[in-house]
């Protein structure tokens, strides 16, 4: 079965500097790759993935992902940080044939001004 | 999140009553599942329906009993709970192939007392 890691449960970046969430996976086959972001007393709001062709992906609110297949890694990124980033996001993955989304526990992430 | 609703968005329940938890969707998606979460755990899939049909069931325990009378619309019957049952439990739904992401809704906040 599928599954994501995330490794750092906190992630504090002061506002401006890039930020980077991190994530890897364990899946049987071609990956399909997402993050999402929760906000407190909300739920999960989807910000980008990763199907298939280009290694870095752009979503929503500036954030992007590269896919390291050789790494299995799908590292979340923005180049400068906003205190409103700051958030809980998750990682998650499919196998290409069926419906199963595995997330990973979650990143706090905390922007400082 | 007005695409996918759920009520109510608190609940504390007694161990030997019974309630329902609702969630409807008004994105036209054939796909919704019902996830639980915990802090500082990975999101938990519970049930996912696909055109009214159960193709997921992770080994839930049956004091959780989902229904789903249409493609629209989610519940979850709850039965002589546990406090550990105590959790955000959440609601989504796609347009059920795997390429898609999830929509989901803000969440039931279930205490068990």
């Known amino acids: 079965a599928q599954s994501v890691a995330q490794p750092e449960d906190q992630v504090n970046v002061a506002e401006g500097n890039p930020l980077t969430v991190k994530c890897t996976y364990s899946?049987?086959?071609?990956?399909?790759l997402f993050w999402y972001v929760q906000y407190p007393n909300r739920g999960l709001q989807f910000l980008l993935k990763?199907?298939?062709?280009?290694?870095l992906v752009k979503g929503s609110y500036g954030f992007e992902a590269e896919f390291n297949k050789s790494q299995t890694s799908f590292h979340l990124k923005k180049p400068s940080a906003l205190v409103s980033d700051s958030a809980l996001y998750f990682c998650?993955?499919?196998?290409?044939?069926?419906?199963?989304?595995?997330f990973g526990a979650g990143t706090r992430l905390t922007v400082k001004p | 999140e007005t695409g996918v609703t759920q009520t109510p968005r608190h609940l504390v329940m007694g161990m030997t009553n019974k309630k329902s938890l609702k969630c409807e969707q008004h994105?036209?998606?054939?796909?919704m599942y019902w996830y639980k979460q915990s802090a500082k755990k990975p999101l938990e899939l519970m049930f996912v329906?696909?055109?009214?049909?159960?193709?997921e069931n992770n080994s839930v325990p049956s004091r959780f009993s989902p229904e789903c009378p249409n493609s629209s619309h989610l519940f979850l019957h709850l039965h002589t709970l546990q406090p550990e049952d105590s959790a955000l439990y959440l609601c989504?739904?796609?347009?059920?192939?795997?390429?898609?992401?999830?929509?989901f809704g803000p969440g039931t906040r279930l205490t068990v007392l």
């Open positions: 989504a739904s796609s347009s059920g192939t795997s390429v898609n992401e999830q929509f």
């Open positions: 899946v049987s086959g071609n990956p399909y």
């Open positions: 990763y199907i298939t062709g280009d290694n």
């Open positions: 998650a993955v499919r196998a290409y044939n069926n419906n199963d989304m595995r």
């Open positions: 994105l036209g998606h054939n796909a």
């Open positions: 329906y696909n055109f009214k049909e159960q193709t």
